[in-house]
């Protein structure tokens, strides 16, 4: 009877500690679902605000902390004649500079500014002209230092 009644126990505890480990099992499944739910929506606001950055009506530069491009929208594309190959990688000083000489380079400047502020710059397209244009900088919080510039077609007004 003895030799039973441990078996008994003995069986009983591992059920527990088996409802146990389900239970643990259930509430990581669930937090799996949860996170993977919370990803696709993620991706789904991403690509929106990728389709936002594209086609907005002015032209738009992100560059890092060095002034280096990391992208452009299809708008900068058309204003500026240069295929997005050609700016990635390049210092933005090369295709926008002040509309009035001034001591620092764009990059400094846009330092100074803390990546905040609003100016006239002139555009080099690649065919040789120059546009001038209003541009409008924003840091953009979170993301290491990187830079919106919003750049404006202004040659007309």
């Keep these: 009877d003895i030799h039973f009644a441990r078996l008994i126990g003995e069986a009983l505890a591992i059920a527990l500690k088996n409802v146990r480990l389900a239970r643990i099992a259930e509430t990581e499944a ?39 491009i990391r992208g452009v929208n299809q708008n900068f594309l058309r204003l500026s004649g240069f295929e997005r190959g050609e700016l990635i990688g390049e210092k933005i000083s090369k295709f926008l500079e002040f509309e009035k000489p001034k001591k620092e380079d764009l990059e400094e400047w846009v330092k100074k500014k803390r990546g905040s502020g609003s100016i006239n710059l002139r555009l080099k397209v690649k065919n040789g002209e120059e546009k001038f244009a209003s541009a409008h900088m924003e840091s953009l919080p979170g993301s290491g230092g990187e830079i919106l510039i919003s750049v404006h077609d202004i040659t007309e007004e």
């Design 30 to 68: 669930k937090e799996k679902i949860s996170a993977l739910k919370e990803a696709k929506d993620k991706a789904l606001v991403s690509k929106r605000l990728a389709k936002l950055f594209d086609y907005a009506s002015d032209g738009l530069i992100l560059i890092n902390q060095k002034g280096e």
